[in-house]
């Protein structure tokens, strides 16, 4: 007569024989994984003379108040801003055409060596007045004002939008 | 059919598309991007977003309903679509936070961070408005996110018009509009039946599985109070989103790796629907189906979507187990594998082959059963082998196998959502095959499709039918053969069809003689009105489909009503074409699969007998053996033969017969009775533990295989976890126990065993894993080129002459308990929310808050008679057993007729302790729905057994969609064509100032 049955006799592995599974499974890694194990130790023992490991474990034991403290500190330092700063300047310089950037850096430069060459005599009123026949000084000049012209356009503009 | 083309110019190109198309299909079909967030190809335009506005002769129009029209000149790339786009776009980001990094929806499939990266938005025009109101985390499945929610109505569409349970609604009265549910009550109080449509097509996170929450995401874990400040931060340092959304992309791309999905078949119904499930590890993230899944598409149900938990269930066996005394001792594999190898043989040598019997499972995959039914027969030399349809179908494809020549569904679900009359007999499809009822529901609720239901009790497809009626129980042939009598006395039969098709035509007449409709009106107690009225329905319908189940397949005239069904639409000429059809609703995923491939006593697999000398030749040549000629026991003839002594062992596998065949006393005490039992199973079941050896088997999660629905469609399903502990899929099981007595078999994968199958059964020659591939199925009868069979018959029927036959029946009395103290008819079947006997259902906690255990249904007149309400405690008693339950007053139950779900693991509430032994005579499947019982009242005040969080108890919100007229009749809306106008005015003048 084959009553019905409830209960299993599971067989449950003793501490002592879960433990040794898991020691002989751990040694099974270390062992397929040898030379990286070693070197890994090395940089460890680097880590903990310098203190790195210290300030590591109290970071992680306490994330949770950290991360707040975290955020916080990310507004109190304006963070936020200077990130935004960072964003906008790289997409500034992202926008920029290299072939210009070039051309107007390699004016700057030779325009920076003429200021920096000994000048003969302080420049009479005519004699600066006389230098706009200069072509070099001309294109300079120009250049100049179309960019004040543009940077203009472009703050009246986002002043009537803001309004 | 054939197909006109019109031809458009879209983006300056020629374009030649199908009349009838949308603007959007068109566009799609020739890769042009067209955004569309609430457009759904299985929903349907629901024009809420405005996303797909595109520019046709100079107006914006919207892609999603517009047809094309020859000579239409589309643009989806001009100006003025681009900043329709962008409005529309801005307007729904209005409503929806982009934290996509910290989401747990950013897995590459979240439509509206897709359409916003597509559309190249920078920045958006309107801010982010939070609702007023809070998230709704009541329910235990789903959560939803008003301050997400992009009021795009997918959900409520899905709701009210594909999945029809007709709870969800977005309230456009509010100054800010949200989805509510029903009368705007908590989503776990609501009529929600948890069926998962809604999140299914949420195109963002409002809507969320709860078991995705903190899981998904790398980032989505932190703590809300973390959470939200970073959130400030993203948005406070925002550059635009297109820099955000690469942060995100790189996340969602690191998830990918850690996020599996795998595509598997359901295992909950016949219905078969197909789906991912989504894993980390073990632990389930979510199923989610997709448009491309050829059953159900983005639907499923509350067992489907959430009933997955019992895979990882503490309570899984995971070594197999001895009987060892009064106890089962785990042991190892060798040891229980040489104790079942010498004890089956022992058996075998003592008492010759014909003394084990072998039970299959309607729950394993067609590999498991072929190759279950190859042991029983070359290994051991037995045809003993059978499944459990023996409980439930078996009558119905005895019926259909007499008069149309194949056993099983004579179309697909396509032809039962588009036939003009649906007519179920004895089924519950909402309660028991959820999706297809969706198909039902859908088409009645919006294209006109009739419905009528003949049930004794008025369940849900009851309550929405055209017609219910309510026969007395058991007296379904009498009114079938009635109707058709009826409808050849009026001239209405398909003459043409029958004298082409139909052979016994003038017999058959004969046989109806009986059947006039006072004769059925007096013993069916249904109005004569009503047949004629069912009759004129038949007859005015260009085509009817009839769904049956165990309402019919239960009783002892089962197989005959089964043939009355099938006689009646040959009569009417409703077989062969789409839209029309014989449909026995499978109840398990693989009942029909199981049949197909030789579990059973009389066939090999694909339904050629074993008695058949040269399809037995040609196993015995592949299986290199000699094979046994007579048909062997069913399950109902291997427990007489216990009791008589024939059957001395017994090897079952994925089948709780113990709880599931009736009148369970007497099982059970023929399962002491047997000199050894081997049971495979995920758990330790009622009938497992009448073993003498269990095995622990794999569940589907776990496995490789493929199902056959109940449209005949083999669909592949694929492992998702390793099993679990030391339990094996079933098939590695039978080929180890094979393999110990002397089978020398090496299957190293399912597909082998598929191929073997395909070579030797000319039903399924064309069946190979690689065209089951992904979402690719197979319909049988497969030929060898591959092309399957979605409708059967269409030029001849499956006999040798082509032709059908119309199959005289007549009625069988049910059986009734000689003692009038037996006062109440017991009726029992199963509900939504659990999978048979709950074995497998409740593992899952979400699911047994809303059901935690069975109850029995009284009408109102009874409990009034009794003093019965709600929760109170009752005995039944038949002459078989008893059984104690706890009492839910419904009209769905009428006058002395009860309604006891078989919902339960507890043998004291098990309705199989009350029924009976007695069986259909054709097909021995045992007459479940034919028993009386006494009641007594034990306790009569209690505890409800159905909490009132039970989708039962709510009050549906009907409508058709979304509504979005009311949308647009808001004083605050203003078409976007319009703003857009506005807007190219004002900046118009602007330009004009300079």
Redesign the interface.
């Given at each position: 007569?084959?009553?019905?049955?409830?209960?299993?006799?599971?067989?449950v592995p003793t501490k002592e024989e879960a433990q040794a599974d898991a020691v002989q499974q751990i040694l099974d890694a270390l062992s397929a994984n040898r030379d990286t194990i070693v070197s890994f130790l090395g940089i460890l023992g680097e880590l903990d003379q310098a203190g790195v490991l210290d300030i590591g474990h109290g970071v992680l034991q306490n994330r949770k108040s950290l991360?707040?403290i975290g955020?916080e500190f990310?507004?109190v330092a304006n963070i936020?801003g200077m990130?935004?700063n960072v964003?906008?300047v790289s997409?500034f310089l992202g926008k920029l055409d290299p072939k210009r950037t070039e051309k107007l850096m390699a004016g700057l430069g030779k325009g920076l060596d003429q200021a920096m060459q000994e000048q003969e005599k302080p420049a009479s009123m005519w004699g600066l007045v006389g230098q706009f026949r200069d072509p070099d000084v001309l294109a300079s000049i120009s250049t100049a004002l179309h960019f004040l012209r543009g940077m203009g356009e472009e703050l009246r503009t986002r002043e009537e939008r803001s309004t | 059919m054939e197909t006109v083309n019109v031809k458009i110019r879209m983006n300056g190109k020629e374009v030649e598309c199908e009349a009838g198309q949308t603007l959007l299909q068109a566009a799609s079909l020739s890769d042009v991007y067209v955004p569309s967030i609430c457009y759904n190809p299985q929903l349907g335009p629901i024009q809420t977003c405005d996303t797909c506005l595109v520019e046709v002769n100079g107006e914006l129009v919207r892609a999603c309903n517009t047809v094309v029209q020859g000579g239409m000149d589309v643009s989806t790339e001009s100006a003025l679509v681009k900043e329709a786009q962008m409005e529309s776009m801005s307007r729904i980001l209005k409503n929806h936070e982009l934290y996509c990094t910290v989401c747990d929806n950013n897995n590459g499939n979240c439509i509206v961070h897709n359409t916003t990266e597509k559309l190249e938005m920078d920045h958006q025009k309107y801010v982010f408005e939070k609702k007023p109101y809070e998230v709704d985390m009541s329910h235990p499945m789903y959560r939803y996110d008003p301050n997400q929610c992009i009021l795009c109505g997918r959900c409520v569409e899905a709701c009210q018009d594909l999945q029809v349970n007709e709870t969800l609604s977005i309230d456009w009265t509010r100054e800010r509009p949200r989805v509510i549910w029903d009368q705007d009550v908590p989503i776990d109080q609501s009529s929600c039946v948890s069926c998962g449509h809604c999140v299914n097509v949420c195109p963002c996170n409002a809507l969320m599985e709860k078991s995705m929450l903190g899981e998904a995401g790398y980032l989505t874990g932190i703590g809300s109070d973390v959470l939200e400040p970073m959130i400030d931060l993203t948005k406070e340092i925002e550059p635009g989103y297109r820099e955000i959304f690469m942060i995100s992309e790189m996340e969602s791309a690191m998830r990918k790796s850690r996020i599996k999905r795998t595509k598997t078949v359901c295992t909950f119904c016949g219905v078969g629907c197909s789906f991912e499930v989504w894993t980390k590890d073990r632990h389930i993230l979510k199923i989610e189906p997709t448009v491309d899944a050829p059953v159900n598409g983005v639907s499923t149900c509350v067992k489907g979507k959430w009933g997955w938990d019992f895979v990882n269930s503490p309570e899984r066996l995971t070594k197999p187990l001895i009987r060892r005394g009064d106890t089962f001792v785990e042991s190892s594999w060798d040891e229980a594998l040489d104790l079942i190898a010498s004890k089956l043989g022992e058996v075998k040598n003592t008492y010759g082959p014909h003394s084990i019997g072998y039970i299959a499972s309607s729950k394993c995959s067609n590999e498991e059963n072929y190759i279950f039914q190859k042991f029983a027969r070359s290994v051991m030399q037995s045809n003993n082998v059978d499944n459990c349809s023996r409980y439930c179908q078996s009558p119905a494809t005895a019926g259909l196998l007499r008069t149309v020549g194949l056993g099983g569904d004579t179309g697909t679900m396509h032809d039962i959502a588009s036939s003009e009359l649906v007519i179920i007999v004895g089924a519950n499809p909402a309660e028991s095959h959820p999706v297809l009822a969706t198909r039902i529901k859908r088409a009645h609720k919006l294209h006109g499709q009739k419905l009528v239901v003949a049930d004794i009790r008025k369940n849900e497809m009851a309550q929405r039918a055209d017609l219910h009626i309510h026969p007395k129980p058991g007296t379904d042939l009498i009114w079938l053969s009635a109707v058709t009598k009826y409808i050849i006395d009026q001239g209405w039969q398909a003459d043409e069809f029958i004298a082409q098709r139909v052979n016994g035509y003038a017999e058959y007449v004969a046989s109806l003689s009986k059947f006039t409709m006072e004769y059925a009106s007096e013993m069916t107690g249904l109005s004569m009105e009503e047949l004629i009225g069912l009759a004129t329905l038949i007859h005015e319908s260009g085509s009817t489909c009839i769904l049956w189940a165990m309402g019919v397949t239960q009783h002892m005239g089962a197989t005959d009503t089964s043939t009355a069904i099938c006689n009646l639409l040959l009569i009417t000429g409703n077989f062969g074409r789409s839209g029309t059809g014989a449909y026995p609703l499978r109840g398990h995923n693989n009942v029909q699969g199981a049949c197909d491939f030789g579990t059973m006593p009389a066939y090999f697999p694909g339904y050629e007998f074993v008695k058949d000398e040269a399809v037995r030749a040609r196993y015995e040549q592949a299986w290199n053996t000699k094979l046994p000629e007579e048909p062997g026991y069913d399950n109902h003839q291997m427990v007489d033969g216990i009791q008589n002594g024939d059957l001395k062992g017994l090897y079952l596998f994925g089948e709780d017969m113990a709880f599931v065949d009736s009148n369970s006393n007497f099982v059970e005490e023929m399962f002491e009775k047997l000199e050894f039992f081997v049971v495979q199973d995920v758990f330790l079941t009622r009938t497992a533990q009448f073993a003498d050896v269990v095995l622990p088997a794999a569940p589907s999660l776990e496995k490789d295989g493929t199902f056959t629905n109940t449209e005949k469609r083999i669909q592949r399903f694929y492992k998702v976890f390793e099993p679990m502990g030391q339990s094996k899929p079933d098939w590695m099981i039978i080929q180890e126990v094979a393999n110990r007595m002397g089978a020398g078999w090496n299957y190293t994968h399912p597909s082998e065993i598929m191929a073997e199958a395909a070579r030797l059964a000319p039903m399924f020659a064309g069946v190979s894993y690689e065209r089951l591939e992904g979402w690719n199925t197979q319909v049988w009868p497969v030929h060898p080129d591959g092309q399957g069979t979605p409708i059967l018959y269409e030029d001849k029927f499956a006999f040798p002459d082509g032709k059908a036959r119309l199959y005289p029946v007549d009625w069988t009395p049910p059986f009734v308990v000689d003692d009038p103290s037996f006062d109440l008819h017991l009726n029992n079947g199963r509900i939504l929310e659990h999978f048979h006997e709950g074995n497998l259902t409740y593992r899952s906690e979400a699911i047994k808050h809303k059901v935690p255990g069975a109850w029995l249904e009284v009408s109102p007149e009874l409990a009034a008679e009794r003093g019965l309400e709600d929760g109170t405690k009752v005995r039944l008693t038949s002459p078989y057993g008893q059984v104690k339950v706890s009492v839910i007053v419904t009209d769905r139950v009428k006058g002395k007729e009860l309604y006891l779900p078989m919902n339960t693991m507890d043998e004291n509430e098990a309705v199989n302790r009350l029924t009976s032994s007695y069986y259909d005579k054709h097909t021995h499947t045992p007459n479940y729905k034919e028993m009386n019982v006494k009641m007594e009242v034990l306790e009569p005040k209690g505890e409800s057994p159905l909490p009132r969080v039970n989708h039962r108890f709510a009050q549906r919100n009907p409508q058709i969609g979304v509504k979005v007229v009311e949308k647009w009749n808001r004083p605050d809306f203003e078409p976007v064509e319009e703003t857009i106008r506005k807007e190219r005015e004002e900046h118009g003048q602007t330009h004009s100032n300079h």
């Open positions: 007569m084959a009553k019905p049955i409830r209960t299993i006799e599971r067989i991360e707040k955020l990310i507004n936020p990130l935004k964003i906008l997409q | -």
